[in-house]
């Protein structure tokens, strides 16, 4: 059993390295979700439902990392998920057609600010993007995010890189381990 | 070389997905068009307003002016500005999307009103109001730095700049395409994003290894525009600096503790992977 258990949960379109990522960091493979595509997206496997993967840090404690699919059909696995969530990481896929309705209906159906959840946005397949083109997309995303009254870290990431990824849990570390008392209480407009 | 300046006002088609993704839409196919043409400039949004500033050879601006004055996306084209210019200002094509509580646009919007605002004139009220989403603020002026345009932060020029009396706060994460993430400065964001504090509380909280490198960061977030920096003068609670209680009771102090143990416990763990 467990004495500490944490749950990361990763969201993103078909593709973004969700399951990459997951393998990346944890130490035995992904439950056997993986089945053939039936639709040719470009790639030969995609995940049916969850991807699921664990971290284990100690002999009780573990933060189990649960890739979800990004479309909103899938609500339903985002709400088996979507429970005291040590932290959110969002994938998206660099390219041309950035789905920014998808992205929407996660932030508005996750509700990472209510619960006070860390969230990550995670640009992946982005290695031969020039700076500039990079930051259009960051500059889109920070828009998005600030739709939904966030301020979170968007960056550049690869799945497939484990200490890119492992930065993706340095981040939210971060995050989580803020100054939450004191403070000054000023309304900064 | 041409500079040409034209405000338009973005007209929304509900059938074809929400603003945002309208919106990308519409800047990619300048995006496209203005790199074939070797034009520069700057795509900025306020609201339904869009304020482009372009630069090129005439032909190039008045075909892509021509395209643009046909593009159902957008009504209301006005051209604003054309003048001649010897330097160029612009050195590719961005988009700057300004919403309000965007500090980090206010210093570039003051920065290109330095530059470029008296050569824009507006034709008629309307331009003007669409104008006023741009350059019109008042407060703009407040965080006015030395104006040039082509200024990439240096993070390590050394800055004399202190912040001993300052209640600070940062107002959004920077873009990885501006400065480098390194742990000290992740520390910094994630404190200071959440809410405002005075210097000394965030010296006590040692997120750097000196006062030098954190004031060093506090300068660099200032040049992107990200630091929002509010005298304590007549504020005296704030520079409380003991830590109060930090749990009253048993439960949240075992919460607090079992979160301590696991961020110890991965902050090792990522360090052994890395090294
Ligand atoms: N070049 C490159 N390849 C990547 C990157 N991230 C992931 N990949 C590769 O892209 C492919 C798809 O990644 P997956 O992890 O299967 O994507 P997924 O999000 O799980 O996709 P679905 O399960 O279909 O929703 C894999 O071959 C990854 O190795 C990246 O940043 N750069
Ligand atoms: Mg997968």
Known sequence: MDQIYNKLAIVGEVGAGKTQLINTISEISPFATEARSSVDIGKEYTTVGIDYGRLSLDADIALGLFGLPGQKRFSLLWDMVNTSLWGLVILVKYGDGVNIDAIDDILTHFQPLKDNVPVIVGVSHSENATADELDVLLEFLEHVLQGHGLSAPIMPVDPRDIESSLMLLQMIDAINNTDEYEGAQLNVV | ?275
């Open chain 2, 1 to 275: 070389m041409k500079r040409i300046a034209c405000i338009s006002t973005i007209t929304q088609h509900p059938d074809e997905g929400d603003a945002s993704t309208q919106l990308m839409e519409l800047y990619n196919s300048t995006r496209v068009y203005n790199r074939e043409n070797d034009i520069t400039g700057v795509f900025l949004v306020s609201g339904s307003s869009c304020l482009q500033i372009m630069e090129g050879n005439a032909e190039s601006l008045a075909s892509a002016i021509y395209r643009m004055g046909r593009d159902s996306r957008l009504s209301d084209f006005s051209v604003v500005m054309n003048c001649n210019n010897d330097i160029a200002e612009f050195s590719g094509w961005k988009i700057r999307i300004i919403s309000s509580g965007a500090n980090a646009h206010l210093d570039f919007i003051a920065r290109l009103k330095e530059t470029l605002a008296d050569k824009i004139q507006a034709k008629n009220n309307h331009d003007n109001a669409r104008l006023d989403s741009f350059f019109g603020k008042p407060e703009l002026s407040a965080n006015v730095q030395p104006p040039t345009l082509a200024a990439p932060t240096d993070v390590n020029s050394t800055s004399k700049k202190t912040y001993d009396n300052c209640v600070i706060s940062v107002s959004a994460w920077p873009r990885p395409t501006q400065i480098r993430m390194t742990p000290e400065l992740i520390r910094i964001c994630s404190n200071l994003t959440k809410r405002p504090a005075h210097f000394e509380r965030i010296l006590a909280l040692n997120l750097c290894s000196s006062t030098e490198k954190l004031t060093h960061y506090l300068s660099a977030l200032e040049s992107l525009g990200l630091l929002k920096t509010h005298s304590s003068v007549g504020t005296p609670n704030l520079r409380v600096v003991n830590n109060p209680p930090k749990a009253t009771n048993a439960a949240t102090q075992t919460v607090s503790s079992t979160a301590d143990r696991f961020s110890r416990v991965l902050k090792r763990f990522i360090a052994s992977a890395k090294a």
